[in-house]
């Protein structure tokens, strides 16, 4: 004789010679009743939850490392965010996890503007920095008097 009940619209149905609740929901059957109905109560709650939009990446601008100095500046895209508020991103051919905010800039115009003077100034520093090198190289040091 097999004993069978409904819940929350689902017939569940013990299978003796093996001492399993079984249902269509689930390829395994659950040892207890309770376990079977608290199983059926969670398939069905996520089944009515509304369906999460798909995440639209976004680029920004990355201020960070993996770009040779830590004040350099690159477009990424972020692929997804976790829950703590950290941000996946692509960065070449790596994907690499940022938990500072501080370190991605939105790019619109206004920012946009602002990296691309930051990124001419390195440039003019850099060169600076080869012309006082090359100035350094042309010293007549001192030397020891004889």
Known sequence: MNIAIRHCGITLTLNEPAGLWECELFARGSESLNQAK?????CLSQRNKPDKKPFERFEVWFRGYGLGDCNKYKKVTVTSLTDDGQAWL?????????????????????????VTKILALDH?????????TKLEAKFQHWKKPE
């Open 124 to 132: 003019d520093i850099e060169a600076l920095r080869d012309m006082k």
């Open 90 to 114: 692509t960065l070449g051919k790596d994907r690499v996890k940022e938990s500072h905010p501080q370190n991605l800039i939105p790019v619109c115009p206004h920012n946009d503007a602002i």
């Open 38 to 42: 608290e199983r059926i109560e969670r």
